[in-house]
Nanobody
Framework: QVQLVESGGGLVQAGGSLRLSCAGS???????MAWFRQAPGKEREFVSL????????AYADSVKGRFTISRDNSKNTLDLQLNSLEPEDTAVYYC??????????????????WGQGTQVTVSS
């Protein structure tokens, strides 16, 4: 089991940057880690993931080239660097963990543990 707590959200102007962090407990290194986001009135969607062993990363097309995911298993942390932010990036961002290492796990149902979320608001 793992517990997740996000931080780092806030209000930023379009074109700006933010860094989100997720602090985990338990056997953090045993989990595939990911970021999802949910905008008002929309379903929760995949943003990025990083595998537990090789550290391979994957991104949604909408954030590719702008966001960077990283994990530090020694510190039980997962980060997401958000650059060139757009108003369309406004959402609650969630950290998620899965007890497998499936690089193609892009759906909510494939993740077992979730943080409480952190709000990112991008003004135009």
């Amino acid at each position: 089991q793992v517990q997740l707590v996000e931080s780092g959200g806030g209000l930023v102007q379009a074109g700006g940057s933010l860094r989100l962090s997720c602090a985990g407990s338990g056997r953090f290194s045993s989990y595939l880690m990911a970021w999802f986001r949910q905008a008002p009135g929309k379903e929760r969607e995949f943003v990025s993931l990083v595998t537990r062993t090789s550290g391979n990363a994957a991104y949604a097309d909408s954030v590719k080239g702008r966001f960077t995911i990283s994990r530090d298993n020694s510190k039980n942390t997962l980060d997401l660097q958000l650059n060139s932010l757009e108003p369309e990036d406004t959402a609650v961002y969630y950290c998620a963990a899965a007890p497998h290492d499936n690089y193609f796990a892009r759906s909510v149902s494939q993740y077992e543990y979730w943080g409480q979320g952190t709000q990112v608001t991008v003004s135009s």
